[in-house]
């Protein structure tokens, strides 16, 4: 029997049995390293189940992504993941969001008081072993692809990241869930965010 997400996509997932309790995050990827137009027409689904977590794994992180750091903006220091356990949206009943709508097109000198990252490799020799982890688990949304002539590095992995705006649904425990193609339109995941949530709440 198909899934409500089935049925409206025509696409079939292999679901898996992950732990409780759960949060909706998303890892939306702007990615470098990325060149070229998208191919007109490639061979690609909506989205991707990831492979199930071994914790005890040698080769995997104990704490799934809240085990990595990434550099800050200003080269100043690391900043790690585990920082923003427990702190999913939208907190404080969505207020703070709200709140900062008025700084989507700031000027006036705005300067944001949260943490920025340095721009990251996702693809390639210099790829940042974030984005290697989420890859090992959650197999691309395309089989192809687009220019090869336009890509800004070597030695292509069929789990690349193709595009821009590809995103990984992560849950409260730091695992990746669900990868989206970068086509992907957002009330399209709201339909795995409020699975995740049931769940939550069963």
Same mark, same amino acid.
């Given at each position: 029997?198909?899934?409500?997400?089935?049925?409206?996509? $025509?696409? /079939?997932?292999?679901?898996?049995?992950? +732990?409780?309790?759960?949060?909706?995050? @998303?890892?939306?990827? #702007?990615? =470098?390293?990325?060149?070229?137009?998208?191919?007109?027409?490639?061979?690609?689904?909506?989205?991707?189940?990831?492979?199930?977590?071994?914790?005890?794994?040698?080769?995997?992180?104990?704490?799934?992504?809240?085990?990595?750091?990434?550099?800050?903006?200003?080269?100043?220091?690391?900043?790690?993941?585990?920082?923003?356990?427990?702190?999913?949206?939208?907190?404080?009943?969505?207020?703070?969001?709200?709140? $900062?709508? /008025?700084?989507?097109?700031?000027?006036? +000198?705005?300067?944001?008081?949260?943490? @920025?990252?340095?721009? #990251?490799? =996702?693809?390639?020799?210099?790829?940042?072993?974030?984005?290697?982890?989420?890859?090992?688990?959650?197999?691309?949304?395309?089989?192809?692809?687009?220019?090869?002539?336009?890509?800004?590095?070597?030695?292509?992995?069929?789990?690349?990241?193709?595009?821009?705006?590809?995103?990984?649904?992560?849950?409260?425990?730091?695992?990746?869930?669900?990868?989206?193609?970068?086509?992907?339109?957002?009330?399209?995941?709201?339909?795995?965010?409020?699975?995740?949530?049931?769940?939550?709440?069963?």
């Amino acid at each position: 029997m198909k899934t409500d997400t089935e049925k409206r996509e $025509g696409v /079939r997932y292999a679901k898996m049995a992950v +732990g409780k309790p759960w949060f909706a995050s @998303l890892l939306c990827v #702007l990615a =470098v390293g990325l060149g070229g137009a998208e191919a007109a027409n490639p061979e690609r689904v909506m989205s991707r189940h990831c492979q199930a977590y071994n914790r005890n794994s040698p080769k995997m992180p104990r704490n799934g992504i809240y085990d990595f750091t990434v550099p800050d903006i200003y080269g100043d220091r690391n900043i790690s993941l585990s920082e923003f356990r427990g702190k999913q949206e939208p907190g404080a009943n969505a207020s703070e969001i709200l709140n $900062g709508i /008025r700084h989507v097109r700031p000027g006036n +000198g705005f300067r944001p008081k949260f943490p @920025l990252t340095a721009k #990251l490799d =996702v693809n390639g020799e210099k790829e940042h072993p974030l984005f290697t982890f989420l890859k090992s688990l959650c197999p691309s949304t395309r089989e192809y692809f687009s220019d090869k002539n336009r890509l800004f590095y070597d030695k292509m992995k069929n789990s690349d990241i193709r595009w821009n705006w590809e995103k990984f649904l992560i849950n409260r425990e730091g695992i990746p869930i669900v990868r989206y193609d970068a086509s992907t339109e957002p009330h399209f995941i709201e339909v795995d965010i409020e699975d995740m949530m049931r769940e939550t709440n069963a």
